[in-house]
């Protein structure tokens, strides 16, 4: 074996020791199922297949996670929430203004203790949000904002523009819609929307909760989160990833997520198994 693939398998094998120590065998579990979908490219694999046997694969993946996620539950019920983790919240996007520090991992159901919902950085000065803020709300050209840096192909930067343009006057035009709603009603831009995850089915905002109840953008959904805050759309759908410990215990004593004047829980009718509010 070459001395590189042996330094990465020793980095991989002190990381599942460390991460076996410090946080235990469930979470080795998942990061490994993880690792292993992300070497395998199952994410792209799955989203390619036809829309029919696309949403069965993600109709049995949910299933697998909610059973697993429950599994856990009864081993470990400090580390694991019992909420639905594709239950959806309607969500005022004028709150979600900070991103989490785990942003890029999908941590479904997990309950995390620590500080990492303090030090977080702000999702309106990123630049994809702030050009869309400034092109829609001061007219300002597409080429002067920052989403210009971005892209040295004219004809990329071009595409990008006009499908930025498209979703706005689409959900200014019909409302902020589900994913599954859109399904229905409009299945060309449902899947279209599908880049960063399996399904539409799975491709609402992703967010997650800190200790005080704060939404912090995860990673699907950041156009259209930052179109919606310049719409002023009034909630939208979000799926929660992970939670704080603190949070989790308020909401144990709430027995919901969504007790909040600017949250209502949504009724999702298309996937089987308990619907409880889900912040």
Request: hydrophobic share 35%; glycine share 4%.
């Amino acid at each position: 074996m070459p001395t590189r693939q042996l330094k990465r398998l020793f980095v991989l094998l002190s990381h599942v020791r460390d991460t076996l120590v410090s946080q235990g065998p469930d979470r080795v579990f998942f990061l490994t199922i993880r690792y292993l979908s992300w070497k395998l490219r199952l994410q792209k694999r799955v989203s390619t297949l036809p829309p029919r046997v696309n949403l069965v694969v993600t109709t049995l993946v949910i299933t697998w996670m909610r059973c697993t996620i429950r599994l856990f539950r009864l081993f470990v019920p400090e580390k694991y929430t019992d909420a639905d983790p594709y239950a959806i919240c309607n969500v005022d996007p004028d709150e979600i203004t900070n991103v989490s520090p785990y942003e890029g991992t999908k941590r479904r159901g997990w309950v995390i203790d620590g500080d990492w919902d303090r030090d977080v950085e702000s999702f309106d000065d990123r630049p994809i949000p702030k050009a869309i803020r400034r092109h829609f709300e001061e007219g300002v050209d597409w080429r002067e904002t920052e989403l210009a840096d971005r892209y040295d192909d004219e004809d990329r930067f071009r595409r990008k523009c006009e499908g930025i343009e498209r979703l706005h006057d689409r959900i200014v035009a019909d409302g902020y819609r589900t994913q599954r709603d859109l399904l229905e009603s409009d299945p060309a831009a449902a899947w279209e929307g599908v880049n960063a995850t399996i399904s539409p089915l799975t491709n609402e905002i992703t967010v997650d909760i800190g200790r005080d109840g704060e939404i912090l953008f995860n990673m699907l959904g950041k156009h259209r989160l930052s179109i919606a805050k310049v719409a002023d759309v009034e909630t939208v759908p979000v799926m929660v990833f992970c939670r704080h410990r603190q949070w989790h215990e308020v909401r144990n004593e709430r027995n919901t997520d969504c007790q909040r004047t600017n949250l209502v829980s949504h009724t999702d009718t298309q996937l089987e198994g308990p619907q409880a509010d889900d912040r």
